[in-house]
């Protein structure tokens, strides 16, 4: 049987991609990586890490790309498809990474402990 890739989303100089790569290499986790840069987002994707994750989780508030769009375009994300509209765009303001796991579970952004934990879902 074939065991589903693990698959992670970002942007190759992102510190947060760079983190979760360097942990899954160290832990000897074989996984592809898609660049958001390079391969554009996934839209057919989008609608999951959304139904998984919510928009206001995957749309990155803190980061740069947000603070440099104006007033008018951070009042108008209020919802999914907003959110898509604006991920679609701008795919830097997505939060970093997107991993989706072999066994079907999405997560956003690193954390150690997530990561572990996911490992041991496998």
Same mark, same amino acid.
């Given at each position: 049987?074939?065991?589903?890739?693990?698959?992670? *989303?970002? +942007?190759?100089?992102?510190?947060?991609?760079?983190?979760?790569? /360097?942990?899954?290499?160290?832990?000897?986790?074989? *996984?592809?990586?898609?660049?958001?840069?390079?391969?554009?987002?996934?839209?057919?994707?989008?609608?999951?890490?959304? /139904? /998984? $994750?919510?928009?206001?989780?995957?749309?990155? #508030?803190?980061?740069?790309?947000? #603070?440099?769009?104006?007033?008018?375009?951070?009042?108008? $994300?209020?919802?999914?498809?907003?959110?898509?509209?604006?991920?679609?765009?701008?795919?830097?303001? +997505?939060? #970093?990474?997107? $991993?989706?796991?072999?066994?079907?579970? +999405?997560?956003?952004?690193?954390?150690?402990?997530?990561?572990?934990?996911?490992?041991?879902?496998?």
């Amino acid at each position: 049987m074939n065991t589903p890739l693990l698959t992670v *989303y970002g +942007i190759p100089n992102c510190n947060s991609v760079k983190k979760a790569r /360097a942990w899954l290499t160290e832990h000897g986790v074989s *996984y592809a990586f898609h660049d958001f840069k390079k391969q554009g987002v996934p839209a057919d994707l989008l609608a999951r890490w959304l /139904a /998984a $994750v919510g928009w206001e989780k995957l749309v990155n #508030r803190q980061g740069t790309t947000w #603070r440099k769009l104006d007033e008018a375009t951070h009042l108008a $994300v209020v919802n999914d498809a907003t959110a898509t509209a604006l991920m679609l765009t701008h795919p830097s303001v +997505i939060k #970093r990474p997107v $991993v989706m796991w072999p066994q079907g579970a +999405i997560s956003v952004g690193f954390d150690e402990q997530v990561f572990a934990q996911q490992l041991a879902n496998e």
